[in-house]
């Protein structure tokens, strides 16, 4: 398999209050993209605060009580998400949740999901500000490599993209390509996002997928703005766009979701790797740790 369908979502966060309201959103929402013949689905980070809506109005308006309190739904979403990526034979990120751990601690959490179940878990390595101060999630350990019929897969959640060396281990790794569920409340956090995943598409010659929330969740004090466009970044090469822009969906803040439906063609991806322009993933040696000398200044002349 050379040529994936990819559906990447801008998934807005809107009100369900019943588990079958939010159970039947979900279905149509897959099955909308496999109608369109998708292969492989993400959902964006966070996109598991949905579930709060079911909580209290005392409590889902209330920031850590919410994470708390949705944690007997997280299974329940998961063994649903895990029944869809079975029943539609696709490969399923839905995005991620914040996990109480057996630690005592919260990690933010994403899963992948393929025909026959659950393939494996990617934490978030590195918490942005509101995340460590205000929410009191942990950081995670370790990268998960994927082992997918179409390729090598990693998963990058949101602010991890923003610094090259997860990436590069995975590339290193052979990755082909890498997901990067986000969620943005301001217009500059989703392009520092966005541009760091055009950046790692560069850098790596692999191929970078973003799904971002979309749309105004006043009810949840965890992600009540949101902004973003989905987003499909490649090397900007032969046989590629110009800009690095495979795809991406029209609107950056909206209160409905949409799919940005994409066909990745790998083997092309990885012809440029070989013959392209330049050869940033070759010329990025193994032994070279980020750093070059750093030569005195010379000082001007009077």
Not at 23 to 39: I, K, M, S, Y
Not at 71 to 99: K, M, N, Y
Not at 176 to 181: A, T, V, Y
């Amino acid at each position: 398999m050379e040529k994936i369908r990819i559906a990447a979502a801008q998934y807005a966060i809107e009100l369900f209050e019943h588990w079958s309201d939010y159970e039947a959103h979900l279905r149509q929402l897959v099955g909308r993209a496999t109608a369109d013949d998708a292969n492989l689905l993400l959902l964006p980070e966070y996109s598991a605060m949905t579930l709060t809506g079911q909580l209290p109005t005392a409590v889902r308006s209330d920031l850590h009580l919410s994470i708390r309190q949705m944690q007997p739904l997280i299974d329940r979403w998961l063994q649903l998400c895990e029944s869809l990526a079975q029943e539609h034979q696709i490969w399923f990120c839905p995005g991620t949740a914040p996990v109480l751990d057996s630690d005592g601690r919260f990690r933010n959490r994403s899963w992948m999901f393929g025909p026959q179940g659950l393939l494996g878990t990617q934490d978030k390595l590195i918490m942005t500000r509101f995340e460590r101060e205000q929410w009191h999630i942990d950081s995670g350990q370790g990268l998960q490599l994927f082992d997918l019929p179409f390729g090598r897969l990693g998963i990058q959640i949101c602010y991890d993209n923003e610094f090259p060396h997860f990436a590069r281990q995975l590339t290193e790794a052979g990755a082909d390509l890498i997901l990067s569920p986000s969620c943005t409340d301001t217009r500059a956090g989703y392009y520092r996002v966005r541009r760091g995943c055009q950046a790692r598409a560069l850098e790596n010659q692999i191929a970078m997928v973003q799904s971002p929330t979309t749309g105004l969740a006043e009810w949840s004090p965890a992600v009540d703005e949101n902004i973003g466009r989905a987003g499909v970044f490649v090397p900007p090469d032969y046989g590629m766009p110009s800009d690095g822009v495979l795809a991406e969906s029209p609107l950056e803040h909206s209160n409905e979701s949409h799919w940005l439906m994409t066909e990745l063609n790998l083997a092309e991806l990885r012809s440029v790797r070989e013959q392209g322009q330049v050869l940033t993933r070759r010329d990025w040696p193994e032994q070279f740790d980020g750093r070059a000398e750093l030569k005195p200044a010379v000082a001007g002349s009077a």
